[in-house]
């Protein structure tokens, strides 16, 4: 009981903490697109307003993550039997897809920027940069203890990380080019950290894809599962099992089992749910059926 509630307890900070990220994330990186836009009107720097537009997409991400989030929290009704617990895997879906699409305009920009000789202002656009760099790494470091707990929060995370390494590139690129003028160097810095995004965002991608499809998660072992289940004592064999991710931390089960006898199957079930909560199931249906002698000879 005293390790349960601890359990508890430590969840329950956990979601605070996840929760406060949300916030403070979405506050300062909002206050830093108003600094890019403002700055960038007052140095007419395309760059500077660029970066804007794709932070600004960031603080839409995590306000959907916040969303969803809350959501996720909101009791089941008769319509939504599982409450809203699903749009926290659609969320992290519709970040994955963020995160190409904003993939996709950086390297749009940086192949313009290869066939244009566009001027910046260097001092001012490195100075800028640095403090989204703070930012996003200050954010990013706030969601780095649970970025394996959850999809929207390991999403957010790449988001964060992504804009420091977009911020970082920006500043190199912009020191460089303040002192050798190569301004095809900013491109070729924008490509590299577009690689970099898109190894870290593709894993992401697919699972989230994979959940969405209701596929087995991918921190639930599927022949583990089984495997538990028919070294349990009356167990003779399992069946017509189905999991799935009802959100991006919480998984279920149905399964079709034969046992000997139908004797203390109430102990039987709970027994192998406490060894399936272990293996990341936590919600698990079960239907017993007693083994005939057909069944027993087959």
């Not at 699903?86 to 950086?106: D, Y």
């Not at 996003?136 to 929060?153: P, Q, R």
């Not at 964060?160 to 303040?178: E, F, K, N, P, T």
């Not at 028919?230 to 931390?249: Q, R």
Request: charged share 15%; aromatic share 10%; glycine share 4%.
């Amino acid at each position: 009981m005293d390790q349960h509630t601890h359990s508890h307890n430590h969840h329950s900070e956990q979601l605070t903490s996840v929760n406060r990220a949300f916030v403070i994330g979405i506050v300062l990186n909002l206050a830093f697109v108003i600094v890019e836009i403002i700055m960038g009107i007052v140095t007419n720097s395309m760059a500077l307003l660029s970066d804007a537009g794709h932070n600004f997409s960031d603080v839409i991400s995590l306000l959907l993550a916040l969303m969803a989030f809350k959501l996720s929290k909101v009791k089941a009704t008769n319509n939504y039997t599982y409450g809203y617990k699903k749009s926290t895997i659609l969320v992290a879906l519709i970040n994955a897809l963020l995160l190409i699409f904003a993939m996709g305009i950086i390297t749009w920009d940086a192949v313009i920027r290869l066939n244009q000789v566009i001027e910046i202002p260097g001092k001012t656009v490195a100075f800028v940069a640095f403090i989204g760099i703070v930012i996003n790494s200050v954010t990013a470091y706030l969601f780095y203890k649970s970025k394996n707990s959850d999809a929207n929060v390991k999403g957010a995370y790449l988001h964060l990380a992504a804009d420091a390494a977009v911020s970082l590139a920006v500043v190199v690129g912009a020191i460089i080019i303040y002192y050798t003028q190569y301004y095809w160097i900013d491109s070729l810095l924008s490509f590299i950290v577009v690689i970099v995004i898109f190894v870290s965002t593709w894993k992401l991608l697919k699972e989230s894809i994979r959940l969405s499809l209701d596929g087995v998660p991918p921190n639930v072992d599927f022949e583990e599962i089984k495997k538990v289940a028919i070294e349990t004592e009356g167990v003779v064999s399992i069946n017509h099992v189905h999991i799935w991710a009802l959100s991006t931390t919480e998984n279920a089960l149905t399964a079709h089992i034969l046992v000997n006898s139908y004797e203390n199957t109430e102990s039987l079930k709970k027994d192998l749910k406490y060894k399936w909560e272990h293996l990341n199931v936590q919600h698990a249906t079960i239907e017993l059926e007693i083994v005939s002698g057909e069944d027993i000879e087959c």
